[in-house]
């Protein structure tokens, strides 16, 4: 082929290719709650797929129990047996900011994908 | 020809990926943390320095050279570089915010059951007792031996000021590692952010005045700095009484301290002075902390009172939004 022709081809390779890099990692993931205990992720829910309320209880076998509630959009700490409940406290999250932390349990919830963050880096204040 | 068009796709292509910040996320002091870098190195080294200087300064682990010092019985305690470091500034802190601060408040903080989540209201003379052990004045250290002494019975608790050393101490390992840009939320109580986001936009902290996640009531916009915030809401309990009673104690009384406040928001360049002056300012109140800030004139602040109004130093007025139902909050600026 001529070396025109080759440069066309690479040119349309290239711009597939980005294409795909770019928009793959948005296809089909949706609001993504990743639950995670001592920084392993042990439980995910896609929380724009969720029709119905339900329930998940976290037993880490050691005495520390939270009970998750997660509705359309949004996910909490409904109850758990730790001292403070700050976790409880900590209510609904429905957007990437803030994470659910329960520190007795190192149980960490958190919306890593989807979830609008309104651009914010960080939140101050509202935790010990 | 072919080769070169191959290896700019590939490069043009892997450029669209690195701007995305790397993060670690660690527990630590009593809290979660995120370390997150831009275009950065070090990140395992800033993580391990938070987790040996938290396993030397937890007044909870029985390892630790502050558990050491509480077991001293008065005696002079050798301790490594850091926590040496830590005490001399924070007891230099300590001195120049008087009595609204204090390291030695333990003691009064455990008969309130904030150290264990067992939430009572101690009677007066019990209050006066334990008070007599509350004096960072008596604290020693001798800077040749770097040797610590703690009179026996006294207790220090580093935890106002652990993590803004923390912060501040990452943020330089990160920066001698060649990093150029990062956010460290040390549990959201302490923030440092230093350097350029890649797409050169200004950090954005929003901030919340209660426990509830996304209740924000605003947000600071900042090119660099550290961000610090004492609310009486984030550790309290209901008394019989129908009061409520915060961790924040007034160092004078023994007692949560009351002077109208709902929580202090400290904006400086050093996280531990940060942490430092939002525990003291909450503890001052409105007028005194007016009177520091035109003193001291390194540091900014906003004041959330309970009757709802918000105090602004002129510095942090520039680069504070407020959201929702806060855009209607009575405000005064301090000039």
């Known amino acids: 082929m001529k070396t025109r022709s080759w440069i066309a081809v690479f040119a349309a390779a290239f711009i597939v290719f980005a294409g795909l890099a770019l928009l793959l990692p948005r296809i089909g993931r949706g609001t993504v709650a990743n639950v995670y205990r001592e920084n392993e992720r042990i439980w995910s829910v896609d929380l724009s797929?969720?029709?119905?309320?339900?329930?998940?209880?976290?037993?880490?076998?050691?005495?520390?129990?939270?009970?998750?509630?997660?509705?359309?959009?949004?996910?909490?700490?409904?109850?758990?047996?730790?001292?403070d409940g700050v976790c409880v406290k900590t209510g609904w999250i429905s957007r990437?900011?803030?994470?659910?932390?329960?520190?007795?349990?190192?149980?960490?919830?958190?919306?890593?994908?989807?979830?609008?963050?309104?651009g914010f880096d960080a939140v101050t204040g509202g935790a010990g | 020809m072919a080769a070169t068009a191959l290896v700019l796709a590939a490069v043009l292509l892997g450029a669209g990926c690195t701007d995305a910040p790397a993060v670690k996320r660690v527990f630590a002091m009593d809290t979660?943390?995120?370390?997150?870098?831009?275009?950065?190195?070090?990140?395992?080294e800033a993580g391990a320095y938070i987790e040996r200087l938290d396993g030397l300064l937890s007044a909870t682990d029985e390892e630790s050279e502050i558990s050491a010092l509480m077991n001293s019985k008065g005696a002079p305690v050798k301790v490594s570089e850091e926590t040496f470091d830590l005490l001399s500034r924070a007891l230099e802190l300590s001195e120049t915010l008087g009595d609204s601060f204090e390291l030695t408040l333990r003691p009064v903080s455990k008969a309130w059951g904030f150290t264990?989540?067992?939430?009572?209201?101690?009677?007066?003379?019990?209050?006066?007792?334990?008070?007599?052990?509350?004096?960072?004045?008596?604290?020693?250290?001798?800077e040749t031996e770097k040797t610590v002494t703690l009179p026996e019975g006294m207790m220090l608790d580093l935890g106002a000021v652990a993590k803004g050393y923390a912060a501040d101490g990452a943020a330089k390992i990160l920066k001698e590692h060649g990093t150029k840009a990062g956010l460290l939320d040390l549990g959201s109580s302490t923030i440092l952010a230093?350097?350029?986001?890649?797409?050169?936009?200004?950090?954005?902290?929003?901030?919340?005045?209660?426990?509830?996640?996304?209740?924000?009531?605003?947000?600071?916009?900042?090119?660099?700095?550290?961000?610090?915030?004492?609310?009486?809401?984030?550790?309290?309990?209901?008394?019989?009484?129908?009061?409520?009673?915060?961790?924040?104690?007034?160092?004078?009384?023994?007692?949560?301290?009351?002077?109208?406040?709902?929580?202090?928001?400290v904006v400086t360049e050093s996280a531990l002075y940060g942490d430092a002056l939002s525990t003291a300012l909450f503890v001052m109140g409105?007028?005194?902390?007016?009177?520091?800030?035109?003193?001291?004139?390194?540091?900014?602040?906003?004041?959330?009172?309970?009757?709802?109004?918000?105090?602004?130093?002129?510095?942090?007025?520039?680069?504070?939004?407020?959201?929702?139902?806060f855009e209607q909050a009575e405000k005064d600026v301090i000039r």
């Open chain 1, 49 to 83: 797929k969720v029709e119905e309320p339900f329930e998940v209880t976290f037993d880490d076998g050691e005495g520390h129990v939270n009970i998750v509630e997660v509705e359309p959009g949004r996910i909490r700490v409904r109850e758990a047996n730790c001292p």
């Open chain 1, 96 to 118: 990437g900011v803030t994470p659910i932390v329960c520190m007795p349990a190192k149980l960490v919830i958190r919306i890593d994908s989807g979830g609008d963050t309104e």
């Open chain 2, 32 to 44: 979660y943390m995120s370390l997150k870098v831009y275009d950065g190195n070090g990140l395992s």
């Open chain 2, 116 to 142: 264990t989540g067992k939430y009572r209201i101690p009677a007066d003379e019990e209050l006066s007792g334990l008070l007599e052990l509350v004096d960072d004045g008596r604290v020693e250290l001798d």
């Open chain 2, 194 to 265: 230093f350097g350029s986001k890649p797409d050169g936009s200004k950090w954005k902290i929003a901030l919340r005045n209660s426990t509830s996640a996304e209740s924000f009531v605003g947000t600071i916009e900042l090119d660099e700095g550290a961000v610090s915030t004492s609310g009486g809401y984030e550790r309290c309990f209901y008394g019989e009484d129908g009061e409520t009673y915060w961790h924040i104690i007034d160092p004078e009384t023994g007692r949560p301290a009351r002077t109208g406040v709902s929580s202090v928001t």
């Open chain 2, 286 to 325: 409105p007028d005194e902390a007016e009177l520091l800030w035109r003193e001291r004139g390194d540091f900014e602040y906003l004041m959330i009172l309970e009757d709802g109004r918000l105090l602004i130093s002129a510095g942090l007025d520039g680069i504070f939004a407020p959201h929702g139902s």
